[in-house]
């Protein structure tokens, strides 16, 4: 049987061990039977029921090694800090681009959808969710404003295969990640890379609005995955899960960094 969702997620050891490990249990015990969960591992081998498919990122992902052999290359012919971190920032956040061009370019699902492994399923998806997010667009996906770009939260990042426009999305990811684009930004973040696919309105993207908060009766914009749509995922985004024996930069442990 075809699934119908074709869930994916890359992880470093890291990651699998303090959080992964743990959080995509909760997928298998909350995923409807007919998504598909991919994981996508970057040197390790990771434990996991049955539903879970194992892939190992560097033998599908082959593109991506052009890409960190460039960033390589810039970090050891520069000096400048901020332009090393800039790469460094840029090389962390593109294993879950090359992942989701990867499972775009094969997937015989419906749907797609990127899940960040730091996100653990607390319920299972109300009936009809999928189609409900996406209400008939390519994508959907909350829009933020940061740092004075348009960028929107990948944490997770739902993709119809059925929508007529859906290869605009592959393209888009090719031109910024497997002909590095992306790098010409002064912030190449996944998340800026994809507010500008929404900023030239590439593709129909079902915006999902963030719930307004007050803090000291003023009013603040809540964090990633405030939308309702999203109450049965919880988000641990940030470096504050992350030891102090592990990199900012990197999100690894300081001495397994890749530069």
Not at 2 to 19: E, P
Not at 185 to 210: A, H, S
Not at 212 to 219: D, Y
Request: proline letters at 4%.
């Amino acid at each position: 049987m075809t699934a119908k969702v074709h869930v994916v997620t890359t992880l470093h050891t890291d990651g699998y061990n303090l959080y992964g490990k743990d959080f995509i249990k909760t997928w298998e015990l909350n995923f409807p039977s007919d998504w598909k969960i991919d994981y996508y591992t970057e040197g390790h081998t990771p434990e996991f029921g049955e539903r879970v498919n194992v892939l190992d990122f560097n033998e599908t992902c082959v593109e991506w090694q052009d890409y960190y052999k460039h960033i390589q290359h810039q970090v050891e012919t520069i000096t400048d800090k901020k332009q090393i971190n800039r790469y460094k920032k840029a090389l962390r956040w593109s294993f879950k681009m090359f992942t989701l061009l990867h499972a775009l370019k094969t997937s015989t699902s419906d749907y797609v959808m990127w899940l960040d492994a730091d996100v653990y399923a607390r319920a299972k998806p109300p009936t009809g969710w999928i189609e409900k997010i996406l209400n008939g667009q390519c994508v959907a996906g909350q829009v933020e404003n940061v740092k004075g770009f348009t960028h929107i939260e990948t944490g997770i990042l739902p993709i119809s295969m059925k929508h007529p426009e859906v290869n605009k999305v592959i393209n888009w990811i090719e031109k910024g990640y497997v002909h590095k684009e992306i790098l010409d930004l002064p912030k190449p973040w996944d998340g800026i890379w994809i507010g500008k696919m929404y900023d030239n309105k590439l593709v129909p993207i079902n915006v999902l609005k963030m719930l307004i908060l007050e803090k000291n009766n003023i009013p603040v914009t809540a964090k990633a995955f405030s939308n309702e749509a999203l109450n049965w995922l919880v988000h641990k985004v940030g470096d504050k899960k992350f030891g102090n024996e592990y990199s900012g930069r990197s999100g690894r442990s300081k001495g397994s960094e890749l530069i």
